[in-house]
């Protein structure tokens, strides 16, 4: 994330406040606050913690139907 997030800052670009990365090792509320309190048009997140945003709420999936791209971190391993 921090990666990317270097990328969009030189970019000058307007997606940085629309980019979330969601991982566990922190509160799941603030990611659903994150969640709320911008449209996401970019989310970065392990499988875990996408997984539980999802089931978290009906609303919860409404705005996170309305992002434009999902980068799966650590997607590879669910492969295996």
């Known amino acids: 994330f ?5 990328i969009l800052q030189l970019m000058n ?5 629309h980019t979330a990365c969601m991982t566990g090792g922190h509160p799941l509320q603030a990611d659903i ?4 309190s911008t449209s996401l ?10 997984k539980e945003l999802i089931t978290y709420s ?3 999936q409404k705005y996170l139907s309305k992002v434009d791209f ?7 391993r669910v492969l295996k």
Do not use: H, Q, W
């Open 2 to 6: 921090a990666l990317l997030s270097n």
């Open 13 to 17: 670009s307007p997606f940085l406040e």
């Open 33 to 36: 606050e994150k969640c709320m």
């Open 41 to 50: 048009l970019i989310l970065i997140g392990t499988v875990g913690r996408v």
């Open 58 to 60: 009906m609303e919860m």
């Open 70 to 76: 999902l980068y799966i971190d650590e997607g590879d």
